[in-house]
């Protein structure tokens, strides 16, 4: 409970610091130390107003730091008689602004994923180090480099949020299907990203794009309690035991995308909502829409191309068509540079190969995939997949 406070509040105590002070970089250590503290207190003594509590700390230690800063003489012999502020002012959401500060084109796609997660979303180095299996210190190092890059920046809402979808969206995708390790995913980024991005539609729930996102978000992660065997093992959509989805998030999924298409434009986000809510809706593979759900991938390739949308468009194709249209598509697909070296395109070549009866080439191919995905759950999935084959 207290780490979900503590989340929750951390981008109010930081936005009010950086409001009153400046510097997003001093102010967001500041803040840091205060949830330290917090986390250490409250468990014995939770105070009556927490945000006030985190306010009144983190500005007691920045203006320690002022005090320390002996640079800074004219600025310390103005704050130092400063008391903390009070906490009831600080009544403006400032979270879309702190975000798009986060999300500066200024920083690089992995410093902004990095301080989103430290400055909005509260989560240590080390959290941050864990979820991404990458060196505490390489994360650190990207969150001074990024604080170092937004110095002098004004705190002010300015540009478009897609640059902060974009960002959460990566959060999210990389605790669906981890990229590298052991895990199937990692939770923490997932709930995390959704957290994050309610927190964003509350600051813009008139745009259908960030409605967009939450809904996909959720309409995909409702698929994770079955996305896993007990013993740890990946388990395809195909093979699901849909009874183990979670049906809340599919509900509010579902009327989310549904308000987003009848009052917005449409936008990529919610073209792959809608999506995933054809999926979430059938009762089997068999009986999925799969004709909808081409359509919509027509759509999405229109409005957002790229080469991951090629080939998801290729799998419907192939449930709409025929296994041999999918793989004629595949063909051409694949001569995409982007694509040329990656397992999904194996992968999906395997199963159109394994569909068209073709088993020697779909066995080389499930192979083949699973030398190039370098996590190792979809190798040990790839490689059961191709020792059925040998067996059959």
Known sequence: MIPDLLRSLTPQVVTALVRRYGDFDACEDAVQEALLA??????????????????????RRRIE?????????????????AEPPDPAPVAVDDTLTLLLLCCHPSLSRPSQVALTLRAVGGLTTAEIARAFLVPEATIGQRISRAKRSLRGERFVASGSPDRVLEVLYLIFTEGHTASSGDAVNRVELTTEAIRLTRQ??????????????????LLTDARRPARVSPSGE??????????????????????LITGALSSS???????????????D????TETTDWAQILTLYDLLRVVAPGPMVTVNRVVALAQVAGPEAGLAELAAAASDPALAAH??????????LELSGDVAGARQAYLAAAERTLSVPEQGYLRSRAAALAEA
């Not at 397992?343 to 159109?352: E, F, M, N, P, S």
């Open 38 to 59: 917090a986390s250490q207190q409250w468990p014995s003594a939770m105070p009556d107003n927490p945000k006030g509590w985190l306010i009144t700390t983190a500005s």
């Open 65 to 81: 730091q002022l005090r320390s800063e002996t640079a800074r003489q004219r600025r310390e012999a103005a704050v130092a008689l």
């Open 200 to 217: 964003l539609r509350a600051s813009l729930p008139e745009d259908g794009e960030v409605t967009g996102l939450l809904a996909l978000m």
């Open 234 to 255: 990946l388990v395809p959509l195909a093979s699901q035991d849909r009874s183990l989805w979670n049906r809340e998030f599919i509900a509010e999924g579902t009327a």
């Open 265 to 279: 434009p449409v936008g990529p986000y919610q073209l792959q909502a809608a999506i995933a809510a054809v999926h």
């Open 281 to 284: 809706e059938a009762a089997s």
């Open 343 to 352: 397992h999904r395109v194996d992968a999906v070549r395997a199963h159109l």
